[in-house]
């Protein structure tokens, strides 16, 4: 089975700070990592993916991540913290789309990032 | 179009009301989900359609019945719901093939059972 844990419920930063938010994975395969944000109300929306590709993720809004097979790690970083990138963060794993997990996501607990100015 | 739509944005029922909620997409993916997230929760799985046929349930009680009439619709039909079923009802898709894609997220149906 694949899971995530996410270290942090929540993490706060002061605007212009680095942001960095904790993802470690289970997985007994190669597994495919996600960031999504999550504003109040909303759905959720890719920030970036890991598939195998490169271990240095690039995202949007200036977000990445560093997948480290060694750690079972996929943090999730940005150098300077902006307000509108309060919301909630969750990492999640997935398996083969075409397997038996017919690609569904597993997610960790979520961490709300709170930015003071 | 890289939209996932779901209607209606809010809905309040009764416990002895039946309601449906909508999904849809134009991106012909193959692979529908229903996730359904507490406050302060993660998402969590209900159902997963791979080319229109039910492939996940996660044990999810009778009163949700989903369907999935062709490959851009996804409906989750609600009969006799309990207050603690009120939730954020996410729906979801993304290409059966290849694996490493990512899913794309309505902005959910806010449930409020009364």
């Known amino acids: 089975a694949q899971s995530v844990t996410q270290l942090g419920s929540h993490v706060s930063v002061s605007e212009g700070a680095l942001v960095l938010l904790r993802c470690n994975y289970s997985?007994?395969?190669?597994?495919?990592l996600f960031w999504y944000v999550q504003y109040p109300n909303q759905g959720l929306q890719l920030l970036l993916k890991y598939t195998s590709a490169a271990t240095l993720v690039k995202g949007i809004n200036g977000f990445e991540a560093e997948f480290k097979k060694s750690e079972t790690s996929f943090h999730l970083t940005k150098p300077s913290a902006h307000m509108s990138d309060a919301a909630e963060y969750f990492c999640?794993?997935?398996?083969?789309?075409?397997?038996?997990?017919?690609?569904?996501?597993?997610f960790g607990q979520g961490t709300i990032l709170t930015v003071h100015p | 179009d890289t939209e996932v739509t779901q209607t209606p944005k809010h809905l309040v029922m009764g416990m002895t009301n039946k309601k449906s909620l909508k999904c849809e997409q134009h991106m012909g993916h193959r692979a529908m989900y229903w996730y359904k997230q507490k406050a302060k929760k993660p998402p969590e799985l209900m159902f997963v359609?791979?080319?229109?046929?039910?492939?996940i349930n996660e044990s999810v009680p009778s009163r949700f019945s989903p369907e999935c009439p062709n490959s851009s619709l996804l409906n989750l039909h609600l009969h006799a719901l309990q207050p603690e079923d009120s939730a954020l009802y996410l729906c979801a898709s993304r290409p059966a093939r290849p694996s490493n894609t990512e899913a794309f997220f309505g902005q959910g149906t806010r449930l409020t059972v009364v």
């Open positions: 359609y791979s080319y229109e046929k039910l492939s």
């Open positions: 999640a794993v997935s398996g083969e789309a075409g397997g038996t997990s017919y690609g569904k996501l597993t």
């Open positions: 997985s007994s395969v190669p597994p495919y």
